[in-house]
């Protein structure tokens, strides 16, 4: 199946800076890269998403960009806030539909 | 947009025991997930519920263990059978909604004793 790596684990920055986090994938037949916001407690939130014959998306203060010969795709905020700060999945989907996470980036934007 | 809710939302069970666990979606979606998320990690896939049809298996993951069921198209069930401390963990149901878009429930809480 997809693997799906995913760095760093933990990132802190402060408020206003940018954060970005990375993933490669395995499987080159993935067509579809969703990012997930998880707070503690809950269910994951998708926050932006990226189809494979996209190179870069963008919403407000978040944008993802896709690199599919290298097997890489990268989250960034812009301008954090406090209210960023939660675990961050990027995830693969394969051509059955199946989805497969990355291990998780902690963010905590300090104030 | 799918609304899925989750029963429970959470339990405490002895080791032995089997607890099963139910999905709702408040709208017909084509596929429907189960995920297993243990404190402090990512998501992993347990399996594909297919409607009508045997459930897909991820490596690591057997039918006798996790059955799953799906009568229709916005309900599915998951058993954790015979469970020990080990399948403490919290279980999410998820729905593909549309093309692209994934919505998860709640989770359900599970701890083994």
């Known amino acids: 199946g997809e693997n799906v790596e995913q760095h760093p684990s933990t990132l802190s920055v402060q408020e206003g800076d940018s954060a970005v986090i990375k993933c490669t994938y395995s499987?080159?037949?993935?067509?579809?890269f969703p990012w997930y916001k998880q707070e503690l407690g809950k269910r994951p939130q998708l926050i932006i998403d990226?189809?494979?014959?996209?190179g870069e998306k963008k919403d407000q203060r978040i944008a993802v960009t896709l690199n599919k010969t290298a097997k890489h795709f990268s989250l960034h905020i812009t301008e954090t806030q406090p209210e960023d700060s939660a675990v961050y999945f990027c995830?693969?989907?394969?051509?059955?539909?199946?989805?497969?996470f990355g291990t998780g980036t902690s963010l905590t934007v300090i104030p | 947009s799918a609304v899925i809710s989750q029963k429970p939302s959470r339990d405490i069970c002895q080791r032995g025991t089997s607890l099963t666990i139910q999905c709702q979606v408040d709208s017909q979606v084509t596929m429907m997930f189960w995920y297993r998320q243990q404190p402090g990690q990512s998501l992993t896939l347990i399996a594909t519920?297919?409607?009508?049809?045997?459930?897909?298996?991820e490596s690591g993951f057997v039918i006798d263990k996790f059955p799953i069921s799906r009568p229709n198209l916005t309900f599915s069930t998951l058993t954790v059978s015979n469970m020990s401390p080990e399948d403490s963990s919290i279980y999410l149901c998820?729905?593909?909604?549309?093309?692209?878009?994934?919505?998860f429930g709640p989770g359900t809480r599970l701890t083994v004793l």
């Open positions: 998820s729905a593909l909604a549309g093309v692209d878009t994934q919505y």
């Open positions: 995830a693969a989907r394969n051509t059955g539909n199946q989805f497969y």
């Open positions: 499987d080159s037949a993935s067509n579809y």
């Open positions: 519920a297919n409607q009508g049809s045997e459930a897909t298996y």
């Open positions: 990226i189809r494979s014959n996209v």
